[in-house]
Structure formats: C-alpha cells, structure tokens
C-alpha cells in the first residue's frame, strides 16, 4: 500500500471512530439525537440490544439493500459499517450518563450561557446551529 493511500486509511479510520464518539456523547447528553440515530436508540429500548450492535445490524441491512441495485462498497462504506458502532458502545461504556439539572442543560442547548433563560420562543433543539444574539 502506498503512503498516500495509508495515509487516507488512517484518516478514514480515526474519522469513523470520531463519529461513533460523538454519537455517544450525544447520547449521553441527552440533548436529542439525528433521524437514524433516534432509530438506532429507539431500537435498543426495545430489544435490550447495545445500541452499537444496532448501529451495525441496521448499517448492513442497508448495504444487502444495495445488492439488488449491483453496487459494491467500497473500504470506506465497509469500515463504517464495522467501526461506527463498535466506537460508540466503547464510549457509551466509559462515558457516565449525564445528569440534566436546568442550568446545564440550557447551556448545552445555547450558543452562550447565562444565568438568565432565554424566552422559550428562542430554544432551539441541539441539532439546530443557533447564532448568538446581542
């Protein structure tokens, strides 16, 4: 394998497992999770199975989706379906879960934390970027 191309499969690798990371912490807190991720979790609280087992189960279904189309994946798509959940139980083993308490969760959910709550015409959910004001 040439330098570059390693190069790129160390990038590819750490990437991957970057996300399962930050998939984790956002399970941790608690603040809401993206569409297939509310899947993946939603999933788990009803099978009693890790939530990276499903990430994984649910991410090869989808590759045998692509057989009928005759698409192969490529090293990329292969490794995310291997490492994404692998990452993410990991994290979720490590990482407590969080405990909420007003103060904290509203500087979670802000661009900037204040002692004073905004109107709640102006929350917005974790996955919404939200501009700081004044």
């Excluded at 995310?80 to 103060?103: E, F, M």
Aim: glycine share 10%; proline share 7%; hydrophobic share 50%.
């Amino acid at each position: 394998m040439s330098t570059k191309m390693s190069a790129r499969v160390v990038r590819l690798l750490a990437g991957l497992t970057l996300f399962g990371v930050s998939v984790a912490l956002m399970v941790r807190a608690d603040l809401g999770l993206a569409s297939w991720d509310v899947l993946h979790q939603g999933l788990a609280a009803r099978t009693g199975l890790p939530m990276g087992l499903l990430v994984n189960g649910v991410a090869l279904l989808v590759l045998l989706l692509w057989i009928p189309l005759r698409q192969r994946p490529g090293i990329g798509t292969v490794a995310n379906v291997a490492l994404v959940g692998l990452a993410l139980d990991a994290t979720l083993a490590l990482v407590p879960r969080s405990t909420r308490s007003p103060v904290g969760s509203g500087c979670w959910s802000r661009a900037s934390c204040s002692t004073v709550s905004p109107p709640r015409s102006t929350w917005a959910p974790a996955s919404v970027p939200v501009r700081a004001t004044g």
